[in-house]
């Protein structure tokens, strides 16, 4: 074989993983967008925080949230504590607190 088939073999391997990295991204805003919705809106969202895998949210009201949906989201189990809820979302917890807190500012 030619260096070019090599070449040509090369840029279309790189393609093909950009593709599939682009795929298996998550769209973290729409997600966002759906757990503010399912908290209640951004107005019942006081504050957000973020402890490892766990993402804890105080709200003004916690008996209009939509927990079923938060776990069809991807939480793999809410707490709630009085006017908070700590939902275990995994790796992506830090990052969904930083989308939610630019949103509520």
């Not at 950009?18 to 729409?30: G, H, M, P, Q, R």
């Not at 957000?48 to 939480?75: H, W, Y």
Request: proline letters at 1%.
């Amino acid at each position: 074989m030619e260096w070019y088939h090599y070449l040509i073999i090369l840029a279309v391997l790189l393609i093909i993983s950009l593709i599939v990295i682009k795929v298996n991204k998550k769209d973290f805003s729409a997600e966002v967008n759906k757990l503010i919705k399912f908290l209640g809106g951004k107005d019942n969202i006081i504050n957000a925080e973020c402890n490892m895998s766990r993402f804890k949210v105080i709200l003004k009201d916690t008996s209009i949230v939509d927990k079923p949906a938060i776990q069809k989201l991807g939480a793999k189990g809410i707490v709630e504590t009085e006017n908070q809820l700590k939902i275990i979302f995994g790796k992506d917890a830090k990052q969904l607190k930083e989308y939610i807190k630019e949103i509520i500012k």
